[in-house]
């Protein structure tokens, strides 16, 4: 029989990624999530889709779930995508001791989490770090930033969700900080936005790319991702993965300053965009069982959700004057989404977003929220994940 692979977070575009390549190497394909996941679910990539509880909502019932679905299907590798992550480094302990499960123990992964714990390890791993402050009020922000521009984000977040910037310093009339925790304050950087993903194995940084978010929603998620050459960051990332001994994905946010500087913003230790760079020919399953020699894409790569560059990018070009740019990156990116011979994701997707929509009314939340609350983890404690 062929090996089984079993992939968390259905509902992103890297679990449909990840299983078209392991698809494309003869494995059998499940994926898995706690709400609809026809994005990837519809793919002729994947055997079967699996419905999951919420392992923020029922942390047992997530972890039997899981259970049972890699022993009746003989899933050999079970791969997270997304903040799922984190609750299943919490249950490992429940599953079985011969399955690979691609993630790494639960205390690193809330140390490469935390904004301001990344930071101070970053730091001591040789990367170069923005100036930044643990904060818990808006006056103590204002007195650390001393009438610098500054960002200020939850310790916790993600999708760049409640970050506030302020490149001119902050003003008099500035909203008190929401009551959900530390904040981290950290001086505003002018420059090029860069992002990287990498996959590592006990150390070893097997895969990495880096991109530009040419094309985003707001200042939030990216929909077209722009390939780069940049091997100096590549080598911070392996020095703090070997420092590290760290195993799964793992990506960050970084900033390339106007003096050649490369400072590291935050780390997501879960699968980001950059998978999408990847030609079909990069054996990543093999990366993420820890085989083989280092593999990045070509430099000038280019991806992009294709509904969103067609719509969102397309009116965010007409307002601001890019139109000719546009047309560029449209020509010469690829959709992730809908592929020759597997095209059932884009409608797929749409599902999916109506799924969303219905959540978000019945949860009281906006998109968003409704798409990710369920496996979100914010630093709080977890609960048991034996019965």
């Not at 995508?81 to 599953?95: N, W």
């Amino acid at each position: 029989m062929n090996p089984g692979v079993l992939i968390l977070g259905g509902r992103a575009p890297v679990a449909l990624d990840h299983a078209r390549r392991f698809a494309r190497l003869g494995w059998r394909v499940h994926v898995a999530d706690s709400i609809p996941c026809r994005l990837s679910g519809w793919s002729r990539a994947v055997a079967a889709a699996h419905a999951l509880r919420s392992p923020r909502q029922d942390a047992a019932g997530f972890a039997a779930d899981l259970d049972a679905i890699v022993s009746r299907h003989r899933i050999d590798l079970l791969l997270p995508t997304c903040e799922e992550a984190f609750h299943l480094s919490h249950a490992r302990g429940r599953l079985p001791k011969e399955l690979q499960v691609a993630v790494d123990d639960f205390d690193k992964l809330r140390a490469l989490h935390s904004k301001w714990d990344f930071i101070e390890l970053a730091r001591r791993h040789g990367m170069d770090v923005p100036d930044s402050a643990r904060v818990r009020s808006l006056d103590e922000a204002r007195a650390w930033a001393g009438g610098r521009g500054v960002v200020l984000k939850p310790e916790f977040s993600r999708f760049g969700v409640h970050v506030r910037l302020h490149p001119q310093g902050l003003p008099d009339d500035a909203p008190p900080l929401p009551v959900r925790g530390a904040w981290v304050a950290q001086a505003h950087l002018s420059g090029r936005e860069l992002c990287s993903y990498g996959i590592a194995h006990r150390g070893e940084l097997l895969a990495h790319a880096v991109y530009h978010p040419g094309w985003r929603l707001h200042r939030s998620s990216s929909y077209y991702f722009a390939g780069e050459a940049h091997p100096r960051l590549r080598d911070a990332v392996a020095a703090l993965v070997r420092g590290i001994g760290y195993s799964g994905q793992i990506s960050f946010d970084w900033i390339l300053g106007g003096d050649g500087r490369y400072r590291v913003l935050e780390c997501n230790p879960r699968a980001t965009s950059g998978l999408h760079l990847f030609s079909f020919t990069e054996d990543l399953p093999a990366a993420l069982r820890g085989e083989g020699a280092l593999r990045e894409p070509a430099p000038d790569s280019a991806r992009m959700i294709a509904a969103l560059m067609r719509t969102a990018g397309w009116w965010t070009a007409l307002r601001q004057g890019r139109l000719a740019s546009w047309r560029r990156d449209w020509h010469r990116a690829r959709d992730v989404i809908a592929l020759p011979g597997d095209r059932a994701p884009a409608p797929g997707s749409l599902a999916d977003l109506g799924s969303y929509a219905r959540l978000a009314l019945r949860q009281g939340c906006n998109l968003r929220e409704a798409a990710t609350r369920d496996i979100e983890w914010d630093g709080e404690p977890l609960g048991a994940a034996e019965r």
